[in-house]
């Protein structure tokens, strides 16, 4: 039965009815009982399988295909009809072209299956922040993640009423074949098209695929940001809440410094952290002149391998119930879960994620140990699970900003902690953003990879666009957020980390509020502003003010290396398509280096 009378909504579904062919068609209202219904078919095909619900209530179990496990960059296309806008750091396909592949690709893809119509909200529905979408899918597991991660309901359509403004999403899993793998975003149609994909992050178009590539492009055009960020408030104990975004790369605690659990030192004061979101934040102008920001998502795609009980005790708590697990180990004895760093007890003749028989602690011919979960295996947990979830998580107005952070995994070059002097120079702090890589990947070890904002596979037009938006954006808002970089990756010259991370990156945050307060003074130097050593909260540490010296410095000759490297990937990648301004910027850096040297 049809949800909507919408003529829009009614047309772009026919029309892919036509094309998919599927033996039946089904509206989503997002009602338990439908779900459930849902649950029981996915069951009995062998699609999803039940943990046990007693020891974890309303969990399941998916395995995807073998060849279907992560994001897939090389097959991701922004289709915007002239190539500029797609820029340089996206890859680009004509809108002709992408939609003559893929309808070729898609037809006839559904027969013998069934097409579910999924309304969702991406934000509270009928909030300022809500962007409203409609996924088609053949794939049931699709649908639950949905409904977790984004506001599947009725309601969506409701609030549409007559109106063409919706994110149109056509998935279908076809055959699972890599080389017919596309997720295509056509920025200007407000469509997303992805086939013969069924991992979430290519699939769950609410996510990435919506969030942010389509949704920084109708920031572009409408005047507001959509950032791949964290978004946290700090509780003091005079009860005052500060709230910060922060963005990071991959591999740098993103998830773990959004459910901080601050260090004793602390919460014997009376200090609390509050999860906002853990990976998308959607800012507006809002109230006294200031930046607001919502998490437009409505649980958590979280990576399972490290979690546990002492690197995120507040994730792990959110996955006890009404949780999807992905490419983990399945115990199908006692039907449930497990993945490497959980605990030290790997279970015995278990399944691992390809469902394989496994035990903890096999090898292979060379003697490796053989992995039971995929290292990108996925919980997909609602948010409300979440321990320290903030009681502002549905505020439709947002949460004030008082702080952006950038960060990203360098050995030498970037320090503990430092400020931004004014608002151009953080934009520019955020577009020379760089991680290094790690002996966990591929390649060379210590290779900087720039990823501007933690924004370059996500963002939906061109990235010199991008960092011209960010400027005017500064232009239009009085009360702006203060913006810092932080590197928690410092080393010595064996390798040792200098910095203890995780919890005790509370200390960081405490600099960073009193600063936006005005409470505390810095140290200027060729970069921003630093802490002075002794206004980092060292009670309780094992570190000494020496000891953090080291990691507040700024070394001339690493910074003119760096520096050189800046304006390198600037004229490589953008040439005179990049603001001036930011171009202004690292001229200052590199004045500012010869001045001092």
Known sequence: MELTTNKNVLDFVQKYVDLMKPDKVEWIDGSKKQLNELTKIAVSTGEIYKCNQKLLPGC???????????????????????????????????????????DAIADGCMKGRTMYIIPFSMGKIGSKFAKYGIELTDSIYVVLNMAIMTRVSAKVLTKLGDSDDFVRGIHSKVKLEEENRYICQFPEDNTIYSLNSGYGGNVLLGKKCFA??????????????????????????????????????????????????????????????????DDIAWIRRGKGGMLYAVNPENGFFGVAPGTNVKSNPNALATTRKDTIFTNVVYDPKKKTVW??????????????????????G??????????????????????????CLSSEFENPKGVPISAIIFGGRRAKAAPLVYEARDWKHGVFVGSIMASETTAAAAGAVGVVRHDPMAMLPFCGYNMADYFQHWLDMGKKVKNKPKIFNVNWFRTDDEGNFLWPGFGDNMRVLDWIIRRCEGVVDAVETPIGYMPKPEDINLDGLDMSVDDLKQILDCDKKVWSAEAEDIENYYRSKFGDTLPKELYAELAKLKKNLRKRA
């Not at 806008?85 to 003559?100: I, L, Q, R, V």
């Not at 993945?339 to 903890?360: A, F, I, Q, R, T």
């Not at 053989?370 to 990108?376: D, E, M, S, V």
Request: positive net charge; glycine residues 8%; charged residues 25%.
């Open 212 to 277: 942010l590539r389509i949704a920084s492009y109708q920031g572009w055009k409408e005047g507001w940001m959509a950032e791949h960020m964290l978004i946290l408030g700090v509780q003091k104990p005079d009860g005052d809440i500060k709230y910060i975004t922060a963005a990071f790369p991959s591999a740098c605690g993103k998830t773990n410094l959004a459910m901080l659990i601050p260090p004793e030192t602390y919460t014997k004061k009376g200090y609390k952290v509050f999860t906002v979101g």
């Open 362 to 387: 096999m090898v292979d011919a060379e003697g490796k140990i053989i992995k039971g979960a995929h290292p990108n295996s996925r919980f997909t947990a609602p948010a409300k699970n979440c321990p």
């Open 339 to 360: 993945w490497e760093g959980l605990d030290k007890n790997p279970p015995k003749n278990v399944l691992d994620w390809k469902g394989n028989k496994w035990s903890g």
């Open 60 to 102: 399941l179990y998916h395995r995807t295909a073998v060849n279907d496990v992560a994001r897939v960059e090389g097959r991701t296309f922004i289709c915007s009809r002239e190539q500029k806008n797609a820029g340089p750091t996206n890859n680009w396909m004509d809108p002709k072209e992408a939609y003559a592949k893929l």
